[in-house]
């Protein structure tokens, strides 16, 4: 007892570890519901990129992670000031996270609803890359087809 009144600072200093460690066990037992996350958007005037932070469902997965912000991406930015980065009728048909990669194949609309967009389907997929790398740095390659067709590739076929 005389430790204490001698030196409150150890007093201060318990409780102070005491909650923090109290606070770590709410937060691992309960996690919270959302995860900020960050996405990018090109500015109407100059074109820059521009983040923007929105709460995202949290997932148990990386793959479902990923399919959730690039949903969000798809939805398009919230500020006017900022342009869309594909149309609006663009849907994911399918994505897959394997081994520090990421596929996603998107429906057609991506390019035959181009003009709905001011971007090309070239730098709205290099910003969509961005913007998954930055919320998952683990993740090194992302490779993206259209209706199963790489962008800018000859078309292949079997015949």
Do not use: C
Not at 125 to 140: A, E, G, R, Y
């Amino acid at each position: 007892m005389d430790l204490i009144r001698e030196r409150p600072h150890l007093l201060w200093a318990a409780m102070f570890g005491a909650s923090l460690l109290v606070a770590l066990l709410f937060y691992f037992v309960f996690p919270p519901s959302q995860s900020e996350r960050y996405l990018f958007f090109p500015e109407n005037i100059t074109g820059k990129l521009k983040g923007e932070s929105r709460l995202v469902p949290r997932h148990h997965t990386l793959e479902a992670e990923v399919q959730a912000l690039v949903a969000e991406e798809l939805l398009g930015p919230v500020r006017v000031r900022d342009k869309r980065l594909v149309p609006v009728d663009t849907r994911i048909r399918s994505l897959i996270v394997r081994n520090e990669k990421v596929y996603i194949d998107f429906s057609t609309e991506m390019v035959t609803a181009a003009d709905q967009v001011q971007e090309t389907t070239t730098r709205a997929i290099q910003i969509l890359t961005h913007t998954i790398q930055f919320n998952f740095p683990q993740i090194k390659q992302v490779t993206v087809t259209i209706n199963g067709e790489l962008p800018g590739q000859p078309y292949f076929s079997i015949k």
